[in-house]
C-alpha cells in the first residue's frame, strides 16, 4: 500500500510524467508512420521499374520472334 501513497502524493509530478510518455509514444509513432510511407513510396517506384523492364523485355522477345518468322517467309 506505500506504492499507492506515493502515488497519490505526487500528482503533478505524475501528470507530467504521463504526459511524457504519451508524448514519446505519439513522436514513435510518428517516425514510423514517415518511414512506412517512405517505404511504400519506394516500393511503388520499384514495382513500375521492374514492370517496365519486364515488359521490355517481353517486346524484345517478340520483336526477335517476328523478325525470324519473317526471315522464313522470305
Same mark, same amino acid.
Given at each position: 500500500?506505500?506504492?499507492?501513497? +506515493? @502515488?497519490? &502524493? +505526487?500528482?503533478?509530478? /505524475?501528470?507530467?510524467? @504521463?504526459?511524457? @510518455?504519451v508524448?514519446?509514444?505519439?513522436?514513435?509513432?510518428?517516425i514510423?508512420?514517415?518511414?512506412?510511407?517512405?517505404?511504400?513510396?519506394?516500393?511503388?517506384?520499384? /514495382?513500375?521499374? &521492374?514492370?517496365?523492364?519486364?515488359?521490355?523485355?517481353?517486346? %524484345?522477345?517478340?520483336? %526477335?520472334?517476328?523478325?525470324?518468322? &519473317?526471315? /522464313?517467309?522470305d
Open positions: 500500500m506505500k506504492f499507492l501513497e +506515493k @502515488l497519490t &502524493s +505526487k500528482k503533478g509530478q /505524475i501528470a507530467m510524467e @504521463l504526459g511524457i @510518455l508524448m514519446a509514444a505519439v513522436a514513435v509513432a510518428a514510423a508512420a514517415y518511414f512506412y510511407a517512405t517505404n511504400v513510396s519506394n516500393t511503388g517506384k520499384q /514495382i513500375t521499374n &521492374s514492370t517496365n523492364q519486364t515488359t521490355q523485355a517481353l517486346a %524484345d522477345a517478340i520483336s %526477335d520472334a517476328t523478325s525470324q518468322m &519473317s526471315n /522464313i517467309t
